[in-house]
C-alpha cells in the first residue's frame, strides 16, 4: 500500500520511550515526524525545519513546556500546538488554551484522539494560513497609492 | 548556602472522625497523658501547699504579735485598775482613822474637860465618841505617867492601869505627832482591838486620852469599799502582821506572805504578781498615811484577766475558723484551676496529635498527587508501544510483524510496567494503614541500629569514613522506632549517594533548644541551589535513570513533619551537604 505523505508533525517530551513509540505510530500513517527531548531543541527545529502541528509534553526539565509554547508561537505564530499534559497540570494547559494552544491531550494518549486533534489543528492552520493570505492579498499595497 | 524547612509545606488538615478516634489509640498519646496528670498532682500539691503556708505563715506571725500586744495592754489595765481599787481603799481608811483620831481630840475641846475626869464626865465622852461611831469600845484618860485615871466603857477594872510601858504609849511620848494608832493586841481584856490615843499638854505636862476600836468595824469598812469579784483586802503593819483581814485568813495565818517594800516619798502604792497557795495572783499594795499600815489588795491573775482570756479564746477561735476556710477556698480554687489547666493541655496534647496525623495525611495527599503524575508516564509508555504494537499486526501497515519484533515491543512494555511498580511499592510504604506503636526512643540507639545495617549492606565496599560523635544522655523522642529509623537511613544513603570516590560522612547528636538534633554531614557533591528547594519534592532525584525514585528524602520529610520536627539543610557544591533532624522533646517530662 502506497503510503500518503501527510504533514510535518513535531514532538516533543523528554520521555524518549513514549516519543519514540508515538512518533512510529504517527509515521506508520503518513505523517512526517520531527522529535525533540527538550524544549531548547524543539525550537532549534522550528526554526530550520517548521513543522504544521507541534505535539508539546508541559511537564520538562528544562525549559518549560509553556515557556517553549511562548516562544514556537513568537517565532511563527500559524503553527498549532497541542499539549500532552498529566492530571496534575490540566489546569496550567487550560489556561495555555486561553494564550493560544489548540488544544491539550493527557497522558496516556490515545493514537486515534490523537490523530483526530493533529488533523483538527492542522486543518485550522490551513484556514488561518488561507485568511492571512487573503488579508494580505486585500490589503493596498503602499506603493501604489497615489 | 539554603535552608529548607518541611514546616513550610502547607498543611490540609480536614480530619474525619474516624481519624480523631484513631489517634485516641494512640499508644504514645495514653503514655503522655499519664505524664500531665503526674505533672499536675505535684503542681496542684505544691500550689495548694505553698498557698496555704504563703497565707497562714504571716497570719499566724501576724496573730501572735497582735496577741502579744493584746495581752499586754489587758495585763496593763488589770493592774492598774487593782491598784486603783487599793488607792481608793486606802484613801477610804486614811480617812476614817482621820475621822476617829478628831473625835477623840475634840473631847480635849470638850466644855466639860478636865484633868482629873469623875466618872460621869467619862461616861459622856463615851457617849460622844459612839454617837461619831460606834466602833468605839471605851475610853480612857491617862495621867503624864501613863496611868489610867478615868475610864468609861465594858472594862472598869481598867481604871488605874498602868499604860507606860505599852509600844503605842511609847511611840506616843517618843513620837513627833500628837496621835498614835496602835497595831492590833488583845492587851489586858484578850480581845483584839486598836487603840488610838491623843496627846494634849496642859502645864507642861503630857496627858493622854486613849480609845479603843473594834477591828470588826474597820473590816466591816473594807468590805465595803471592795469594787470587783474575787478582791480580797486586808492590812498589815510593817513586819507583815495582819491587822485587818479576813477572819477566815487570819485563822491560817498570822502574817501575810507578801510584805511590800518600805514606804518611800515616791512609791507609796505598787502591785506585785505572786503565787499564793500556787494560785497566780495579783498584789496592789498602799502604805497608809495615818500609820505604817499597808493596804493589800489581792486578785487571782485568771480573774483580772478573765477578760483577755476570753478575748483571746474569740480570736484564737475566729483565726483557727477563717484559715480553715481560707484553706478550704484555696484548696477548691486551685483544685479548680488545676483541673481546668489539665483538661486544656490534654485537649492540646490530643489536638496535637490529631494536628500531627493530619499533617501526615496531607503529605500523603501530597504524594499521590505525585505519583499519580510518575505514573502517568510509564502508562504513557505502555500504551504508546501497545499502539506500536497493534499497528505492527495491522496487514495495511506492512510493517515487520514477526515474534522478535513484538517481543521487542513486550519488553518495553513490561520495562514501563516495572517501572510503575517501583513507584507503587514506594507508595505501599507511606500509605501503610497499620496502628502507631509510639514509644520512647533513644536516638543514639536508633542512629546506631541504622548505622550497623547500612553498613552490612548498602555501605559494604564503599571507601566511606563514618564519624559518630553522639551525646550521652538525650532525652528520649515519643516515636514509632521504624519510621525514626527510615529519616536516618534515608538521609544516610543519600549521603552515601553523594559521595564518589571516598569521603567522610559524620553524624553527630545533641540536644537544641528543648529538641533533639541529629546532624547527619558528608564530604560529598554537595546540592546545587537551584535543586535545593526541591530536594523533599516526591519523585525529585539527581541520581539520573532509574537508581532512585526520589521517594527517600520526601519520605524523611514526611515523618520528621509528623513528629513535629524539620529538616534544615546547608549545602555547598564540592564540598558537601549536612542535613540536621530536630525533633521536639515531645516525651512528657514535667518542669522540674
Redesign the interface.
Known sequence: ?EKQTKFKILLVDD?E??RE??A??LR?RGFTVLTADSGETALDLVRTDPPEVVLLDQ?MPGMHGSDTFIAIKEIDPLIEVIMLT????VENALELMKLGTFDYLM?????DELLYKVEDAHARKQLNERKQQRDSNSRPDKDSLP | MRVWDARLLQDNLPAGKQRTEHIYDYAGSEENRKQINKHFDRLQTRLILGLILGFLLPNALLSAYFHFQFTHTLKNSAILSLEAVADNQKNALDLYLRERIANIYNLFRSPDFTLHPPQEVMEGYLRTLRHYHDGFVDVGFLDPQGVQTGYAGPTPELLGSDYSDEPWFQRLMQGNKNHVISDSHPGVRDTEYFTVAVRQIFFDKVYVLRATLDPDKLYMLLRSTVQGSNVESALINAQGQYQVVDPKISFISKSSAFIPPPESPDQSVGIHELDIDDIPTLVAYAWLTETPWALLVSQPLSVAQAGMYRARLILTISLLCISLVISGVIFYTIRRLINDARRMTTKGQQLQEMLAHASKLASIGELA?GV??EI??P???????S??IR?MLNP????DHSPEAINKELA?ID??ATRAKGITKKLQEMGKTRMPQAEPCDINVQVETVLNRLKKVELRGKSIDIQLHLAPNLPPILAEPEPLRQVFNNILLNAADAIDDKGTITISTGVRENAVAITISDTGRGIAPENLERIFHPFFTTKGGHHGTGLGLSIAASIVKYLGGVIKVNSTVGKGSAFTVLLPNNYYCPLT
Open positions: 500500500m520521555e520511550i513514549f513509540a508515538t512510529r505510530q506508520v511537564e498529566g492530571n496534575t497540570s497522558k496516556p494518549v490515545n493514537i | 498527587a499519580a503524575h502517568n508516564n502508562l504513557a509508555i505502555i500504551m504508546a508501544t499502539g506500536v499497528d495495511e501497515f506492512e510493517l518495553v520495562s514501563a
